[in-house]
């Protein structure tokens, strides 16, 4: 269930009133007050729309991730391939460190 604070928030982001969401989730604009209510939800369809053309990330929608009051974007998402770079940089950086270390502590031995 998508909870009314994150259809608000993503109301405010976009600068969207109750006709327009209606209009772009094509529900009427009666349905969605329901829904900002909390008496109705709303439809696959309409959630659908709403990650498809304004690029909501689902996780977020559904209240898996992130704040209610700030809209996540599916564009924000980090490539896999992106955090592996990185990931294998840090273990780079890391052992690298290691090194530094026995160096280090060498050092102070041979003192």
């Not at 109750?18 to 959630?47: H, N, W």
């Amino acid at each position: 269930m998508i909870e009314v604070a994150r259809i608000a928030a993503l109301m405010k982001a976009h600068h969207l009133n109750t006709s327009e969401l209606a209009e772009i989730v094509r529900l009427s604009p009666s349905k969605i007050s329901k829904v900002l209510s909390g008496d109705q939800k709303f439809t696959s369809d309409a959630v659908g729309i709403l990650i498809k053309e304004l690029g909501i990330h689902p996780n977020w929608l559904f209240g898996y991730e992130g704040d209610a009051r700030s809209v996540m974007y599916l564009k924000d998402l980090v490539h896999k391939s992106e955090v592996d770079k990185l990931e294998f940089r840090i273990r780079e950086l890391k052992d690298e460190l290691g090194e530094a270390y026995k160096q280090l502590a060498e050092a102070r031995r041979a003192r």
